[in-house]
């Protein structure tokens, strides 16, 4: 079965090829993808030619499934058919305002994939389907009830790689029981995830998603139980060049102060803000690193500021999981940075964390563990797979379907 993962960013097309034998394990067959895409269309038949170029497809009956990872679409998640329920294209168009660089792109792509590639199946796979197990009181700002009903509440986002994380993590502590029912949960639910039923020991996971954007997962039997963002991937730790949380009277406060507009606060919040705003020197934290160790104040205040916010989303959840039994780092930041790493999890020994400096400096963009023998939280990089998880949910769905 050839399943293709479809990204689809607002000048972007990225796009992986994946075939999953008959026990269900994937290889990657091609990747690729283009910059600066004004026409989906034509990006769709340039994907097309270069799968036939490479003998991977020899037309479109040959993919058996597209894959997105879409943003949110209010109360509608999970794993959905998107070229036959129209509720998926409806719902990205109908929450565009929370999400204007994701939703958008994707409602256009989905309805050219449809065009393009009749009688393919489409699936859509919502950022937020990780989250919908939450516990209410985990979702819920303390806002008017007509606010409330209107969307605004805790979504949460970066799903498929937390998902991945606590799949993974399981795999990694020998809990195939854990991971396998993880693998499940968008088809079983989370009674199916339960240590309790079976008298196990619960597992505590936090995951940490550190890259150009950014969040925290807590996550017990692989269930999420709270993350660090909210309504909109604008909340949580400091982005790449977009604000994380910020206390609701500064929009009104800098619009009257500053004489700005709306609008350009809204510009300002989600393209000078993040570690961008906070160092004046770069979005990318290889830019800002480089600034604090050249004694850029700037940079080094920005780097602390990312190293607080996610220290004290750890602390939430330790708290909510009643301790650890892994933390996870992925993404970009998170794999490729010892020393922020060890920011993150400095003095924590208390609390029976503790790396290893010498197996931490050492690792970057592979899978491993970081933690010093004694620790009793382990501590794990695992590269991102966000992909992988589109492409399995994707053969989900449309088996279940047939
Ligand atoms: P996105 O969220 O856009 O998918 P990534 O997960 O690739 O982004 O994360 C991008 C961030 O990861 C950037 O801030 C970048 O500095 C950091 N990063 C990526 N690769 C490396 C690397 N090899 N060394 C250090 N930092 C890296």
């Known amino acids: 079965m050839n399943i293709l993962v479809a990204n689809l960013g607002s000048t972007s097309f990225k796009f992986r090829l994946f075939r999953f034998d008959g026990a269900g394990a994937a290889a990657l067959l091609a990747k690729g993808g283009y910059e600066r895409v004004t026409d989906y269309g034509k990006a769709i ?3 097309l ?3 036939q170029a490479g003998g991977h497809v020899r037309s479109p ?3 058996h499934g597209v894959g997105f990872k879409t943003v949110l679409g209010k109360n509608l998640t999970g794993c959905l058919r998107a070229d036959t329920d129209e509720r998926v294209i409806a719902a990205l168009d109908g929450f565009k ?3 204007p660089a994701h939703n958008p792109p994707y409602a256009l792509g989905i309805r050219r ?4 590639l009749p009688g393919v199946p489409l699936v859509a796979l919502f950022e937020t389907a990780f989250y919908q197990w939450m516990p209410e009181a985990a979702t819920r700002y303390a806002v008017p009830q007509a606010w409330y009903e209107a969307g605004v509440r805790r979504y949460g986002f970066h799903g498929a790689s937390h998902k991945f994380a606590a ?3 399981a795999e990694l ?3 195939a029981d854990i991971a396998e029912r993880v693998r499940q949960l968008y088809q079983t639910g989370p009674a199916s995830v339960a240590s309790a039923a079976t008298g196990a020991k619960p597992l505590r996971v936090i995951s940490c998603h550190l890259g150009g954007s950014s969040s925290v997962t807590g996550i017990r039997d692989g269930v999420a ?3 660090s963002m909210g309504l909109s991937p604008q909340s949580g730790l400091p982005q790449n060049n977009r604000v994380g949380d910020l206390d609701s009277a500064a929009v009104p406060f800098v619009m009257k102060t500053l004489g700005l507009s709306l609008a350009e606060v809204e510009r300002q919040m989600t393209k000078e803000g993040g570690l961008l705003g906070l160092s004046g020197v770069g979005n990318d934290l290889r830019d800002v690193r480089a600034a604090a160790q050249q004694g850029n104040a700037r940079a080094q205040l920005a780097l602390d500021v990312f190293v607080h916010s996610a220290r004290h989303w750890i602390g939430a959840y330790l708290v909510e999981l009643g301790g650890c039994d892994a933390l996870v780092f992925t993404a970009g930041i998170g794999e490729n940075n010892p020393d922020l790493r060890a920011a993150i999890c400095a003095n924590l020994g208390g609390l029976g964390l503790e790396l290893d400096p010498a197996k931490n400096g050492a690792l970057r963009g592979a899978e491993g563990e970081i933690s010093a023998a004694a620790s009793r939280t382990k501590v794990f990089v695992i590269p991102a797979n966000e992909e992988l998880v589109v492409a399995r949910e994707t053969l989900r769905c449309i088996s279940a379907q047939n």
């Open 45 to 47: 038949d340039d994907c």
């Open 49 to 51: 030619a270069e799968l």
């Open 61 to 63: 009956a040959d993919l």
């Open 97 to 99: 305002e929370i999400a």
């Open 113 to 116: 994939f449809r065009e393009k």
């Open 167 to 169: 799949e993974r993590s």
């Open 173 to 175: 502590l020998g809990r």
């Open 225 to 227: 139980v709270g993350t």
